[in-house]
């Protein structure tokens, strides 16, 4: 008799139409070590609709995952379309959800669809720390291959002063110019909805925060609170 789903047994199958063997497997979530990046393929049971599940990817850097784990990392999710395929990436998008397999039905070919179809692209989405920090820069969702990035302009500030973590913790001189050019572009515009309140000035106060997380100096981003700021200066 075939045995029913549990989420480990669903996690089992996932790594069968993946193709692709995991570092581990604890639970529904699945670890992925691609050089210095960490993929994680998480399978979740909607809280209010138990017959109801998804799953989500996220990458990030692991040099910085532990002391940056109260921020969620230094990485990026990666969503992928529903099974209506109508994927409309937002700054709140809707969830990919598939119905659980009933007792030991077999699974759905809406399942086996999705995972093997957007699976292998959305594990392979980062290609290295340099393009990680690019994606964090992006000023919109990034599409690839059938899935995208998500990253909304609601977090851009902290998305902006993570790629200059990441620049300085790799010592990578390029992902760090484009942060600056980036940072001095839109330093002086209002975040959304807090028209008193800088771009700037949030990259500032996030700096702080991961500074003391890390250890890394961003001592130079914190001065971008001044009325008059001083600009780091492009390496």
């Not at 969620?72 to 700054?91: A, L, N, T």
């Not at 119905?99 to 292998?120: F, M, N, Q």
């Not at 620049?167 to 839109?186: F, H, S, T, W």
Request: include cysteine.
């Amino acid at each position: 008799m075939t045995r029913p789903w549990t989420v480990r047994r669903m996690a089992d199958q996932f790594v069968e139409l993946l193709g692709t063997a995991p570092v581990s497997v604890d639970g529904g979530k699945l670890t992925f070590v691609r050089g210095s990046l960490c993929t994680t393929l998480s399978i979740w049971k909607d809280r209010y609709d138990r017959s109801a599940f998804g799953w989500m990817v996220y990458t990030d850097y692991i040099d910085l995952r532990d002391r940056m784990d109260g921020f969620g990392g230094v990485g990026i999710r990666i969503d992928h379309p529903p099974p209506s395929g109508s994927g409309d990436p937002s700054d709140i998008p809707p969830a990919a959800c598939y119905l659980w397999p009933a007792g030991s039905d077999p699974l759905s070919a809406e399942i086996v669809g999705g995972v093997t179809r957007y699976g292998p692209s959305s594990l392979r989405f980062v290609r290295d720390s340099h393009d990680l920090g690019l994606l964090l820069l992006a000023d919109t969702h990034i599409h690839r291959d059938g899935v995208w990035s998500f990253t909304p302009a609601n977090n851009e500030p902290g998305r902006l002063a993570k790629a200059i973590l990441l620049a300085r913790q790799c010592g990578d001189q390029d992902l760090e110019r484009a942060a600056v050019a980036k940072l001095r572009n839109r330093g002086e515009e209002p975040v959304p909805r807090h028209p008193d309140y800088l771009f700037r000035q949030s990259v500032a106060d996030w700096a702080r925060q991961y500074a003391k997380a890390t250890g890394i100096d961003l001592s130079d981003l914190a001065k971008l609170k001044r009325k008059r700021p001083q600009y780091p200066e492009i390496p």
